[in-house]
């Protein structure tokens, strides 16, 4: 069964991956030797997350190539034994970069203390393993290789494990002494709130952990109520960013208490409800006397939010040019065509916007019913590499300055650069 799977199921280099997953080095050794199988990298990835070591021996003894977040995946599964022999076989490891085309000369090699060996030390090896409650594989990481853990590493580890509610993980963590003083930030703070683990939160700040407003702001993205009522109470940095969180997030609980507490929200909340579409969130803070403006019907459109725009307009919201600048850019001719019948104002911004995304059809559209267009207009489709576009822009009068040609350059556009140089457009030394 295993021959006929393996040769009729389409992609060859998937089987081999699937094979290796399972583990078995003999199934491995006939995918290769008389299947003929294809493998790449994928395979050495199957064969460290699985913990086989005799399956991942045998691939690198024949020629399989080592990818670089395979010591990533041991360390995620808690393979300790796979770990160790990678920390043996410094040559073998280094032999199949090579063959891969990549040099053995990266920051992320580190040699392994006590002895001439190496590991593949990749950024995210200790992370993963904080990240999955290993904490043997992150003893044995930082018994051997703690001195070159990177300070970046150290405080990514602590999140990780913050993240998941890994709090043994983050007291060891808090034991060890790495170098140039490596600890934590207040990302540990922030992971903690954001996935509501209050515990690790607590023990985090009364061990002098550092918080900042991003902790609040994700415990109310996520509608973490307990967490943000302990954190509140406990002097968390705190802002109107809280609210406008939540309300993109349709955290109604979170805005209730909000309220309930007096705590600060402004226009951005009624903002990020409409850009996100969460009307039911947008008519409450409007009905509980949270203010708005005209960024409010500006991200409704953005958002292609229809129903979110009518409701605001018909409750009284005001709105100005942006509303057709954001539906044009997002080529909504409907929210366009209503905005417009009534009465939405509008400016060259609007062309420019449908421009930068080759919204032809629409700039047509806007130009038959006296929409202006500017400079702006030009530069911005040369920017986009819209050839076409900038062609029926000239043809019917749309100006230009060098900012088009700056444009087609900064976006590698180089045949609108041509085709502009060859019609004349100006250019200067921002090209």
């Known amino acids: 069964m295993l021959t006929w799977a393996a040769t009729n199921g389409g992609d060859a280099v998937k089987n081999t ?128 290789s703690g001195p070159h853990i990177r300070g970046a590493d150290v405080a990514a580890t602590f999140a990780s494990a913050a993240a998941k509610g890994h709090l043994d993980i983050v007291r060891w963590l808090r034991t060890q002494r790495f170098a140039n003083g490596a600890q934590w930030d207040a990302r540990t703070c922030t992971m903690a709130a954001a996935h509501g683990h209050l515990e690790v939160l607590q023990w985090a700040q009364a061990n002098g952990c550092p918080w900042n407003y991003e902790c609040a702001e994700r415990a109310a993205m996520n509608g973490q109520l307990e967490v943000l009522m302990w954190a509140r109470a406990n002097g968390c940095p705190w802002s109107v960013e809280v609210c406008a969180h939540a309300a993109m997030h349709g955290q109604l609980d979170v805005l209730r208490w909000s309220k309930a507490h007096e705590l600060p929200w402004d226009e951005s909340a009624c903002s990020a409800a409409a850009r996100a579409g969460v009307l039911n969130v947008l008519v409450w803070l409007h009905h509980n006397g949270c203010p708005w403006d005209y960024q409010v019907c500006a991200a409704a459109a953005g958002g292609g939010h229809f129903e979110v725009l009518k409701w605001a307009r018909a409750a009284g919201c005001p709105w100005n040019e942006q509303v057709c600048e954001e539906a044009a850019g997002e080529g909504n001719l409907g929210i366009l065509q209503w905005a417009h019948e009534h009465h939405a104002p509008w400016d060259a911004t609007a062309c420019s916007a449908a421009a930068h995304e080759g919204h032809i059809s629409l700039i047509q559209w806007m130009r038959a019913r006296g929409c202006p267009w500017n400079e702006q207009c030009t530069a911005h489709a040369a920017h986009g590499g819209h050839l076409r576009l900038l062609e029926y822009l000239r043809e019917n009068g749309c100006p230009w300055e060098e900012h088009t040609c700056a444009n087609a350059a900064g976006g590698g556009h180089l045949e609108v650069l041509k085709w502009a140089r060859a019609n004349g457009c100006p250019w200067n030394g921002w090209v």
């Not at 080592?66 to 041991?74: E, K, Q």
Request: net charge negative; with cysteine; glycine share 10%.
């Open 17 to 144: 991956r699937i094979i290796a997953k399972g583990g078995d080095v003999r199934a491995l050794r006939w995918a290769h030797e008389v299947a003929k199988l294809p493998w790449d990298e994928s395979t050495s990835l199957s064969c460290a997350a699985g913990g086989h070591l005799d399956a991942l021996v045998y691939a690198l003894n024949h020629g399989c190539i080592y990818h670089d977040r395979t010591s990533v995946h041991a360390a995620a599964g808690g393979h300790l034994e796979v770990l160790e022999w990678m920390s043996m076989n410094e040559g073998m490891i280094h032999g199949r970069f090579r063959r891969d085309g990549c040099s053995t000369d990266d920051p992320h090699d580190h040699p392994v203390n006590g002895g001439n060996n190496w590991i593949r030390w990749h950024e995210d090896m200790a992370p993963e393993a904080a990240l999955c409650g290993q904490l043997a594989v992150l003893q044995w990481l930082v018994g051997r």
